[in-house]
């Protein structure tokens, strides 16, 4: 007979790479929606789980999504078909589909969404950005990541065009503090609350995601090169992370991207 997966042994082993347990107080990572001992043969990975992501899922055949961001963020008080959640939702569970989701874990440990996003702007000598404190297993984690940026120092008007190239962005929002690009910090989502530690690591230019105005003013004051590449460019990184260390462990399931999930918005 051949060997089937469970979403249970799925859990555990995502739980063994990113322990949900270091997730921040206000996230709800973890195994959110479907039967731990459902069998599982299809795996669909996704930065986020949408209505259309659920029914690309259905179509695939796939029992199992696996996401950066939680479906369920904030507590329901009604499951039903008039929120775009209860929608979601719902079609999850007519389709018998489970749902795991790693979030701020899955940004803080090592070969995540930092470290994949250090590596996709060919940052070299990577070292972690704030250090949190050390995983079950003794691994140090932290949001985010310093690293030195290849070739010769440029502007930071062409290094935020190598950004938007090179995740694939609609568009960049920057700001120029004059100071050639050498050491480079990076934060993937909404992490500009941490110039500071950019700062406080030597890095002239900063690369993250959700940046408020106030923040581009504060950068310029303070000397630092800020590019906002965008929340999903900036995570959709690491899906092709999940890809590998899925197939890693359970070659005998099939794991698919998706192929519907995209960048939700365009710059004119």
């Known amino acids: 007979m051949e060997y089937m997966a469970s979403v249970r042994e799925v859990v555990q082993y995502l739980d063994h790479l990113a322990p949900f347990s270091l997730q921040m107080e206000f996230d709800n990572a973890g195994f959110l929606v479907g039967r731990g001992d ?16 659920a ?20 507590p329901v008080k009604a499951l ?12 999850l569970a ?30 070299t000598q990577v070292e972690q950005l704030r250090q949190e404190g050390l995983d079950p297993s003794g691994r140090p984690y932290g949001i ?15 290094f935020a065009a190598f950004v938007k190239a090179a995740l694939g962005a609609n568009g960049v929002r920057y700001v120029d503090a004059c100071r050639p690009v050498r050491r480079v910090a990076v934060g993937g989502g909404a992490c500009a609350d941490m110039m500071a530690d950019a700062l406080a690591q030597g890095c002239d230019t900063f690369v993250t995601a959700d940046v408020k105005y106030n923040g ?8 630092l090169n800020l590019i906002d590449a965008g929340h ?12 590998e260390w899925l197939s890693k462990g359970f070659p005998d399931v099939e794991i698919f991207p998706t192929q519907r999930h995209k960048e939700v918005f365009s710059y004119l």
């Open 55 to 74: 029914a690309e899922a259905g179509e695939l055949g796939a029992q199992l999504i696996v996401s950066h961001h939680p479906v369920i963020f904030h």
């Open 38 to 53: 459902r069998s599982v043969s299809r795996i669909l990975v996704s930065l986020d789980i949408t209505e259309e992501v």
């Open 232 to 243: 999903y460019p900036t995570e959709q990184v690491v899906c092709p992370v999940l890809v």
């Open 94 to 123: 007519e389709r018998n589909i489970a749902a795991i989701c790693a979030h701020t874990n899955l940004d803080a440990v090592k070969g995540g969404v930092n470290d994949a996003l250090a590596w996709k702007l060919g940052l």
């Open 80 to 91: 039903t078909d008039a929120t775009p959640e209860g929608r979601i939702l719902l079609g």
């Open 144 to 158: 985010g990541r310093v690293g030195t940026a290849a070739g010769t120092p440029c502007t930071a008007a062409a």
């Open 216 to 223: 581009f003013l504060d950068a310029k004051a303070l000397g």
